[in-house]
């Protein structure tokens, strides 16, 4: 199992921890600052990689990505830095792809310039609806024209961008949802991550909802119509799902996304980031002190994560179906039984076929349109009789990509 890791990839991803204002459903490691020192912020980047790249010689790196909080407020400058960093203690592939998460109020055409300059190749930005009234009740502090002026921008200086819109948001109806999704696949765009509107606890959200406060949310049945109907006309538009929740056209898909999903190893450098690195045939979790000062003064010493978790063959397993099942490309089961050490249950296996929630080859297990309207179950139905790994933490972001 040494070199498992191999088959996902190796992705770099680097936590810029603060915005402009704290989004009411937002569950993320962001905070909201008067004064951030960017220089102090890109020496402790550039500390971190340089311990990073000692624990990991020599590997090629395919992917890089720039999450938040808001990482759009960066200084051009320590993005350039830490690319070059970047590139300098690791090899990397020819195809090197290095997305950057951006917020439409914080666009700027000589910004977004000059973080081209410095390397980023991709854009993911978060507009998360197209009408004011919505992105008034989802805190954004962006109106929808901001939105389509920075998307334009975006278009202008990368030749990849993609973006976020959340559904199942209060009365919201199946036809305006279909309305605005079509509205968003005219832009021309090549990727749409599309998520329904999760209510977490401890944000905002949250309390509003435990209060009865959050009214107008979508029932079951509505979701469910929701979720069809993003599928059928993304598909249409020749967008096609590849994973649960992320769209894309033929080669446009998340490369960073898709080493979380197809269970590689990455690094997770900022505060809260969450990592997965293999070493002499172990493969460890990590996760970065999630308070921003604790986090900074840390990097001068290399006192920046909690104790590391060596994942068991069963945590490993658990977590590969988490993540590779979400995927319209399914799992690889031969690779499963190696991590795992057993084959998946044949007895399970053919009940969800019978159900028509899964189709099973030889060498491949592929969830079906019908088992990703209850993927969870479907997952969980496959798992061994114990409870999950309680390190396991969604990579996947954001609001958006992670």
């Not at 569950?27 to 102090?40: E, G, K, P, T």
């Not at 830490?82 to 195809?95: Q, S």
């Not at 278009?155 to 919201?172: A, H």
Request: hydrophobic share 40%.
């Amino acid at each position: 199992m040494t070199d498992d890791w191999q088959q996902g990839g190796f992705g770099l991803y680097i936590h810029w921890p603060f915005c402009e204002a704290k989004c009411p459903y937002c569950d993320f490691n962001s905070h909201v600052s008067r004064s951030i020192d960017q220089r102090a912020w890109g020496d402790a980047y550039l500390a971190e990689l340089a311990r990073a790249a000692d624990e990991t010689p020599g590997r090629v790196l395919n992917s890089v990505f720039f999450g938040g909080g808001t990482p759009s407020l960066m200084d051009p400058d320590v993005v350039a830095d830490v690319i070059t960093a970047i590139r300098t203690r690791w090899p990397v592939a020819n195809d090197l792809e290095i997305t950057l998460e951006a917020n439409p109020g914080s666009v700027e055409a000589g910004r977004f310039a000059a973080y081209h300059a410095a390397g980023v190749n991709r854009i993911s930005m978060g507009i998360q609806a197209l009408n004011d009234t919505d992105l008034r009740r989802l805190g954004r502090i962006h109106t929808a024209s901001e939105a389509l002026t920075a998307f334009d921008i975006a278009r202008q200086t990368f030749d990849r961008v993609s973006f976020d819109l959340i559904y199942g948001r209060q009365d919201q109806t199946l036809a305006a949802w279909k309305a605005e999704l079509k509205q968003a696949l005219n832009l021309a765009i090549d990727h749409l991550s599309l998520y329904q509107l999760t209510i977490e606890q401890g944000t905002a959200f949250g309390d509003r909802y435990n209060r009865g406060g959050l009214r107008g949310l979508p029932d079951e049945d509505l979701g469910a119509d929701m979720f069809v109907a993003t599928q059928d006309i993304c598909a249409d538009a020749g967008m096609p799902a590849y994973e649960v929740s992320n769209h894309a056209r033929d080669g446009a898909a998340s490369r960073h996304n898709l080493i979380y999903w197809r269970y590689g190893d990455y690094l997770g450098i900022g505060p809260g980031a969450h990592g997965r690195v293999t070493q002499a045939a172990r493969k460890y979790a990590t996760e970065a002190f999630s308070n921003p000062n604790r986090w900074l003064s840390g990097t001068q010493t290399g006192e920046t994560e909690k104790p590391r978790l060596v994942l068991s063959a069963e945590d490993q397993a658990q977590e590969f179906l988490l993540m590779g099942l979400r995927l319209k490309e399914g799992i690889d089961t031969a690779r499963y039984a190696a991590i795992a050490g057993q084959p998946l249950s044949e007895r399970r296996l053919a009940e969800l076929v019978d159900l028509g929630m899964i189709s099973s080859t030889k060498d491949r297990l592929i969830v079906s349109d019908q088992g990703f309207m209850v993927l969870n179950a479907v997952i969980e139905a496959l798992m061994p009789d114990q409870p999950p790994p309680s390190t396991l933490q969604s990579s996947s972001s954001s609001s958006s990509e992670r």
